[in-house]
């Protein structure tokens, strides 16, 4: 009686997750299969979609350069030290992932817009509302929790055993770390940074507010997208649609080629 039962769940589950799969292959062949291939090719081809392509590119390099910058010593510090309020620090740095991107977007916008600071760096040259600068910020402030999460999970996994011996052989606290540590994180080190350029080149909601939709300026390829269908184009956002779905099937495979212990 209990194989029954167990075979029932089995197969049910199972089903499940085949029903969800197939669900989702459904939906990505309908994007790109929707026009023929030659209309595609040209659409993709287009100095707009050019445009976006090298303006999604520009901005989420460098905005994952400044997730690895701050993210990965927070990460450090979280996995390796106990501290006076270190869970409401994991727990409000985490907090961008359940925070709509919309919301995160009109923070961005309050604060580069209308604070002191904000105006103090646009009277520098950094202007943040309506640029591309705005667009890096947004990317920044929505994906810095997925190379944070990873990284954590990376270092957690590897023992300190390993950082104490280095120090025993010469090696300072940075040394052990910079030697010993980030080199056995490296396949955890560089999901995480796939993953987190794969996510800010799909920013849209934040990106929206901060820097608006503003074609040949601020326009990413989720923005074409946007403008696109809002225009009737259906063809030009098939276009970005269908890049982005490519930038997201590759992404995800180096996350779970390479991911190793480090999981979200």
Do not use: H
């Not at 009277?123 to 640029?131: A, H, K, S």
């Not at 390829?221 to 649609?241: D, K, Q, T, V």
């Amino acid at each position: 009686m209990s194989d029954i039962r167990n075979s029932w769940l089995r197969n049910a589950t199972i089903g499940m997750s085949f029903l969800l799969t197939f669900f989702i292959i459904v939906l990505l062949l309908l994007i790109v299969t929707k026009p023929s291939f030659e209309t595609l090719y040209t659409s993709i081809t287009s100095p707009e979609i050019q445009f976006a392509i090298f303006m999604s590119l520009g901005t989420s390099i460098i905005s994952t350069i400044l997730c690895i910058l701050i993210a990965v010593p927070a990460a450090y510090a979280l996995a390796r030290y106990s501290f006076f309020g270190k869970g409401a620090v994991n727990a409000i740095l985490d907090m961008p992932l359940a925070l709509p991107p919309l919301v995160a977007g009109l923070g961005l916008l309050l604060f580069f817009g209308t604070t002191g600071f904000g105006n103090a760096l646009a009277d520098m040259g950094l202007v943040f509302v309506f640029t591309p600068l705005g667009i890096i910020a947004a990317q920044f402030f929505v994906n810095f929790p997925y190379m944070l999460r990873i990284m954590r999970s990376t270092f957690e996994s590897i023992s300190t055993r390993y950082e104490f011996v280095a120090k025993t052989l010469g090696c300072t606290d940075l040394q052990a770390v910079w030697r010993v540590t980030l080199p056995m994180a490296g396949s955890g080190f560089f999901a995480a940074s796939v993953i987190t350029w794969a996510k800010g080149i799909g920013e849209f909601g934040a990106a929206l507010l901060i820097a608006g939709a503003i074609q040949w300026k601020t326009e990413t390829l989720p923005i074409a997208l946007f403008l696109n269908m809002s225009c009737g184009n259906l063809n030009m956002a098939i276009s970005a649609a269908t890049i982005l779905i490519i930038i997201c099937i590759v992404s995800l495979y180096i996350f779970e080629r390479y991911g190793g212990a480090s999981r979200l």
